[in-house]
Nanobody
Framework: QVQLVESGGGLVQAGGSLRLSCAASGPTFSSYAMGWFRQAAGKERDVVAAISRSGGITFYPDSVKGRFTISRDNTKNTVYLQMNTLKPEDTAVYYC????????????????????WGQGTQVTVSS
């Protein structure tokens, strides 16, 4: 079992940047595919980035492609989300998620396929 703790959220002006971190407990972090999701008030939870166990495969929806970058450091048990050129519509609670998988190159984009979730971190982008 893995526990996830997000950090790095906050208030930023439109056009600014933030880097979110998600620290995972346990010695087998490299066995987990990871994802970042967000949920704005009154809206469904959506994926914003996902990364394979190895870090070699990533996924981004069109809404963030070119602005967000997911990465991971398996030596530090941490996954990151670099968010640039932020927009007011990026305002949401951001969650990281983990799913243990055998496949090194598997990327998981659906929330219901993840078993482990962090508590979330608020990102607010002012116009």
């Amino acid at each position: 079992q893995v526990q996830l703790v997000e950090s790095g959220g906050g208030l930023v002006q439109a056009g600014g940047s933030l880097r979110l971190s998600c620290a995972a407990s346990g010695p087998t972090f490299s066995s987990y595919a990871m994802g970042w999701f967000r949920q704005a008030a009154g809206k469904e939870r959506d994926v914003v980035a996902a990364i394979s166990r190895s870090g070699g495969i990533t996924f981004y929806p069109d809404s963030v492609k070119g602005r967000f970058t997911i990465s991971r450091d398996n030596t530090k048990n941490t996954v990151y989300l670099q968010m640039n050129t932020l927009k007011p519509e990026d305002t949401a609670v951001y969650y990281c998620a983990a799913e243990r998988t055998i496949a090194s190159f598997r990327v998981i984009t659906k929330g219901d396929e993840y078993d482990y979730w962090g508590q979330g971190t608020q990102v607010t982008v002012s116009s």
